[in-house]
């Protein structure tokens, strides 16, 4: 049958990939996709966030299943455009995805809900924001309420820090207006995990965990990006730390969404804050990670188009997924300057040549020119690797990388070392 891919990311190459594995797939597309798409599905230069025409093309080349990755199209109605025309699509609706779009919503829904998460205050009048973090103790972390490309965060040690994050956001209103209200939280210390299950909206299958390495530098210094690489699984993980994720997070959310009348399925992406408490929720995201899908899909030996549709179609009580032992990562490799200003359109070579050492290489920001690869983003190309210990599959990432050349290449040496 024939599926489509919506987004042009390393988390949609990393879908297309599995897909292409199952023997039900004889035909993808992937809107727009990126140069690794490509090699494995038609790219259709179709905007993602055009819902309508999406649809028309879904119509049009009899698509059975859509998979939408990014956070946008979800967030502006995709899944409900196909609906009204009863095709089928993989994420929530424009009301379950609310969960995402507005942190502010999150915030007071995990509040109503008893899910734990951090301390909080929602303002939207900068007088009143600015009085609360002159009366607050530090650290303590400011939030745009929208949309904000994982660049909306600011952790703030002192006052200074904390009135630069409300000026930004308010005044000069960087993130327009997913700024208009901001979220102050008490700063919570732990480990991070990220935490993904398929929900067809009643039950759920958890995929396997993962870590991500969010901040920009070397030992977890710089700013916050979209993740620099990732592992799975995540360290230190064990069942009982499963179990309280399952029952007083997850479960609970899937409930109480579908209670609101806003029934999720879909992926739903946990980002949490393991304390000394038990895990906390960071946030919320309806849709795969990236990248830690590109790691979690190295381990996934079923067939993905059977847990998507199952997703999709309300059934997921008839799947049953299997996991590679082995443990995976992923290196991101960007464009240097990232994630402020960068350079693209830089000729892209050796990936056949670091291919050969045994990695796969997801494609993000790429572009494809004739015969010639050129980079198109920030984060351009993904490294990954699976092996029997973590240690053998950095090892292997990191012999690979060498081979890759592109002017203004950057990435991080220390993915797959603990982090304090
Ligand atoms: P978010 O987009 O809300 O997940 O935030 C991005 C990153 O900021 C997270 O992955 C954490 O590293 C950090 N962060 C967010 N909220 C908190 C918090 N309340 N305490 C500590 N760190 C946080
Ligand atoms: N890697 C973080 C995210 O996908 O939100």
Known sequence: MNVMVVGSGGREHALVWKLSQSRKVSKIFAVPGNAGT??????????????????????????????????????LGIVDEFKRRNLNVFGPTQKAA?????????????????????????????????????????????????????????????????MAAIQSIMQEKKFGRAGEQVIIEEFLPGREMSFMVISDGKRVIPLVTAMDYKKAGEGDTGPNTGGMGAISPAPDLDHDLLDSILRTIIMPTIEGLRFEGREFRGVLYAGLMITKTGPVVLEFNVRFGD???????????SDLLDLLTASAEGSLFDVHIDWEEEV????????????GGYEKDKSISGLERAKSMGVEIFHAGTRLDGESIYSAGGRVLNVCARAASLKDAMKKIYDAIPFITY??????????????
């Open 38 to 75: 490509a090699q494995l599905a038609v790219n259709v230069a179709l905007d993602p966030t055009n819902a309508i025409e999406i649809a028309d093309f879904a119509q049009a080349e009899d698509v059975q299943l859509t998979v939408v990755g990014p956070e946008l199209p979800l967030g």
């Open 98 to 162: 609310y969960i995402e779009t507005s942190k502010a919503f999150a915030k007071e829904f995990m509040a109503k809900h008893n899910i734990p998460t951090a301390d909080f205050s929602i303002f939207n009048d900068i007088r009143e924001a600015a009085d609360h973090i002159k009366s607050a103790t530090f650290p303590l972390v400011v939030k745009t309420d929208g949309l904000a490309g994982g660049k909306g965060v600011f952790i703030c040690r002192n006052m200074e820090d904390g």
């Open 291 to 301: 990248p830690e899908t590109q790691a979690v899909l190295l381990r996934l030996k």
């Open 328 to 339: 995976s990562a992923c290196v991101v490799l960007t464009s240097r300057g990232y994630p």
């Open 407 to 420: 002017d203004n290449i950057s990435f991080r040496s220390d993915i797959g070392r603990k982090q304090s």
